[in-house]
Structure formats: C-alpha cells, structure tokens
T-cell receptor
Framework: DTGVSQDPRHKITKRGQNVTFRCDPI?????LYWYRQTLGQGPEFLTY????????KSRLLSDRFSAERPKGSFSTLEIQRTEQGDSAMYLC??????????????FGSGTQLSVL | DAKTTQPPSMDCAEGRAANLPCNHS???????VYWYRQIHSQGPQYIIH???NNETNEMASLIITEDRKSSTLILPHATLRDTAVYYC??????????FGAGTILRVKS
C-alpha cells in the first residue's frame, strides 16, 4: 500500500493558462474522488469515479473543469482558462467501496494551485 | 450540505485527553459516523468510524450516544502533533463524504 499519490505538489500558473493534475489511487481501489479546498474551509466534493465511469459531478465543477479516469486507474483533473478564484488545494482520494458501506477514504497530500 | 455540527475550535493541554463533540441529529439507523483529521498542508486522514457501538483503535476512541444523535471523539493523551482540524462526517448520501468546517483542535504545552 503506497498510498494515494498526487502530482504536482504545487503549481503556479498565470490567469488564462490551462493546468492538469494527476492522481494515482491505491491500486486495488475502484473509486476515486476529487475535492477542492480553500483556506479555512473543509474540502468540497467535485466529482467521483467508479472504475472509469464518472458517476457524479458537483455544480462546483464548471465547464472549465474536466476529469478523466481512462483506464480505471490514475485520474487527471484539468482546469482550462484558469481564474484567480481557482486557487485552492485540489485533493484526491480513493476507496474500494462507498463511504456509507463501512469504508474509509484515503487521501493524497493534494496539489496546491496558485493562479496569479 | 454537511449534516453534522461541531464547535469551531477547542484547546487542550498536552498529555490530557481531548474530547471533541459532534451532533448528528438527522442520522438514520444504518448510517455511520466517521472522523477524519487534517494537519496543516496535508490531506485528510481517517481516524475512526462507528455505527452504534463505541469503538477504539490505536489513534482514538469514539463514543456514540444511545440515541445516536451525537458522538465524542476522544484522544486519550493529546500531543502537539494532534493539533489539526477534526471533521465529523455522516455520509448520508452514500457515495461521498461531505465535509463541514470541522473543529480546530489546538494542543498546547
């Protein structure tokens, strides 16, 4: 169990640029989640996958955001035309079952995005 | 929206027990209560969860009231490294965890 890995750890970009983050979940986990966290707030749910299928998307996930999990393993989160309001920590988590079924989520260390 | 209520902050002396309360009055009979914590600049870390019975692991104890409308997370001997934000979560909607603002626990020497 190597844990959930996220890359990069930090990203600084200029407004209007596109950015892409990667998440590698724990290998046997079929569920993968993306969250966003701004300073002083709890993590906010963005989307989740079961295998390669994206099953739920938050209204926070505007059309500038897209997430993929092409082979049911790693996932990418892309933000197009970044805005200063996109500055946040982007967290990835994985699990083998839904949280309501007696299952815990494992989180990565996150990618801290700063949009200048 | 989060379905739990926690105090915004608490202080605890190092070496003493930290007791963090949580209200989850809308919890249903088959829903779990989870506790996670987040140390500065890290992702949330699972601590413990329970359904009806009290639970204990190497990190903490979870006491759930008989009516299941509230619970208390107990860190028996708090250390400075336990300073973090603690989240109590009732995943009513099954497929995801919904985080509230949590409780900022400050352990002081």
């Amino acid at each position: 169990d190597t844990g959930v890995s996220q890359d990069p750890r930090h990203k600084i970009t200029k407004r209007g640029q596109n950015v892409t983050f990667r998440c590698d979940p724990i290998s046997e986990h079929n569920r993968l989640y993306w969250y966003r966290q701004t300073l002083g707030q709890g993590p906010e749910f963005l989307t989740y996958f079961q295998n390669e299928a994206q099953l739920e998307k938050s209204r926070l996930l505007s059309d500038r955001f897209s997430a993929e999990r092409p082979k049911g393993s790693f996932s990418t989160l892309e933000i197009q035309r970044t805005e200063q309001g996109d500055s946040a920590m982007y967290l990835c988590a994985s699990s083998s079952r839904a949280p309501a079924t007696n299952e815990k989520l494992f989180f990565g260390s996150g990618t801290q995005l700063s949009v200048l | 929206d989060a379905k739990t209520t926690q105090p915004p902050s608490m202080d605890c002396a190092e070496g003493r027990a930290a007791n963090l309360p949580c209200n989850h009055s809308t919890i249903s009979g088959n829903e779990y209560v989870y506790w996670y914590r987040q140390i500065h600049s890290q992702g949330p870390q699972y601590i413990i969860h329970g359904l009806k019975n009290n639970e204990t692991n190497e990190m903490a104890s979870l006491i759930i009231t008989e009516d299941r409308k509230s619970s208390t997370l107990i860190l028996p001997h708090a250390t400075l490294r336990d300073t973090a934000v603690y989240y109590c979560i009732n995943p009513q909607y099954g497929n995801k965890l919904v985080f509230g603002a949590g409780t900022i626990l400050r352990v002081k020497s």
